[in-house]
């Protein structure tokens, strides 16, 4: 929020976007074998670390998104944004944990 407000521009980073279009790569082909593995083993943690790996993933594609915007496009406050994207998504994720009745109410289900 600072770096929006005061217009802090953010430096480039290369092993950034790098590391997260490897993360978007890889993290749907895991939530996928987590989700196959799960009934075979008949764990719901598996099954909730899927769900996890999917919300990663997202995380992942929201920071290539303003890493790459802010690189390729020069838009400096992607950066920034995708940021509290991050942070709205974890913070979401975070209060329907804590708000749940039990663990079948949310993403650990």
Not at 11 to 31: E, F, K, N, T, Y
Not at 47 to 52: G, I, P
Not at 79 to 84: I, K, R, S, Y
């Amino acid at each position: 929020m600072r770096d929006l407000v005061l217009a802090d521009r953010p430096g480039q980073s290369l092993v950034g976007i790098v590391m997260a279009a490897l993360s978007l790569a890889a993290m749907p082909l895991l939530a996928r074998a987590k989700r196959r593995l799960a009934p075979l083993m008949g764990s719901r943690a598996v099954e909730a670390e899927a769900n996890q790996t999917i919300l990663c993933s997202l995380m992942s594609g929201a920071l290539l998104v303003g890493l790459g915007a802010n690189t390729a496009l020069g838009w400096w406050w992607a950066d920034p944004l995708a940021g509290l994207c991050i942070a709205a998504a974890a913070a979401y994720a975070a209060v329907a944990t804590w708000r749940a009745d039990s663990l079948a109410d949310t993403c650990c289900s």
